[in-house]
C-alpha cells in the first residue's frame, strides 16, 4: 500500500453567494482556485435560484451565519488571500469590512452592485457601507457600471478609468482595477490604478514587461488590454476574474503580476466558454489547467 502524500497548497476563501446554476458566484470562485492550484473555502452569503438567463429568487443568510462560516476558516486555514461577491445587504457588508480589518491576507472586493441590465442591486446604505470595506481591503474591482455608482465618474476611456481609480483610492483601499468591458470597442482596457506605498508592500514595484506599472502623478497605473471576444457568454466573468486575483495573491504574485494573470485567464475563461443552458453560457475557468504559469 502506497503511503500517504498530502497535497499541500495555498488557501483562499471566497465570501460570496451561491449560483444554483453553477456559472458565477461561489461556484464560480471555487472552480477558478481549482484551476489556479488553490484550496478553496468559503462563506456563504446568500443562496440565489438563477441560471444562464437570469436570477429568479434570492434568500440572504442572516449575519450571524456568514459570520460563523468566516471565523470557521480563518481559524483554522492558513488563509492566503480572501475575495468578496455578493453581500446582498449593508449588515454583511459592514460584517466582512470589520473581518477585513482583522485579516492578515489580501482581502480583494468584487463589489457587486450593478446588475447587467443597470439596475442597482444596493440601497444607498449598503452602498456607504462599501466605503468601510474599502478601506481594508487590497484591492477592488469594479466594472464600469459601479465604478460610476462608487466615484460619480461616468467610465468613457482609460483617462475616466484612471480619474475613477484616484477616486477609489481615496477611500483608503490599496488599489483599484477598472474593468473596461462594458466600455464600447473592439478591446477591452482594465486599467489598474495603484497606491506606491501600498504595491511595496506587495512587492509589485519590481514588475517589468507588457502591463507593468508606471508611476504617474503619485500613482502606479498599469493598463491590461485585450481583444474583445464576440460572444454574450460572459455570465461569471467578474467572480472569476475577482476570485482569479485573489487565488495568484495565494501563491505569492505580486499585485501588478497578480492582476495582469488574472486579466489573461479571464480572457481564455470567455473565450472558451461553457455552451450550457438556453442562454449565453458561461464562462469556464477549467479551459486548460496548463494555462496557469
Known sequence: MRPPQPDARPVALTIAGSDSGGGAGIQADLSTFAAHDVFGTSAITAVTAQHTRGVESAHVLPREAVAAQIDAVVDDFAVGAAKTGMLAETAIVSLVADRAADATFPVVVDPVMVATS??????????????????????????????????????????????????????????????????????????????????????????????AGELVDGAIVATFEHERVDTEATHGSGCTLSAAIAARLARGDDLVDAVGGATDFVAEAIAHHYGVGQGPGAVNPQFDRRSVE
Open 118 to 211: 443597470g439596475d442597482r442591486l444596493l440601497d444607498r446604505d449598503a452602498e456607504a457601507a462599501y466605503e468601510e470595506l474599502l478601506a481594508e481591503a487590497t484591492v477592488v474591482t469594479p466594472n464600469a457600471d459601479e465604478a460610476t455608482v462608487l466615484t460619480d465618474v461616468e467610465i468613457t476611456g482609460v483617462d475616466r478609468a484612471v480619474e475613477a481609480g484616484r477616486r477609489l483610492l481615496e477611500t483608503g483601499v490599496d488599489a483599484a482595477l477598472v474593468k473596461g468591458g462594458h466600455v464600447p470597442g473592439e478591446t477591452i482596457t482594465d486599467v489598474l490604478v495603484a497606491d506606491p506605498d501600498a504595491v511595496e508592500t506587495h512587492d509589485a514595484t519590481g514588475t517589468t514587461g507588457e502591463g
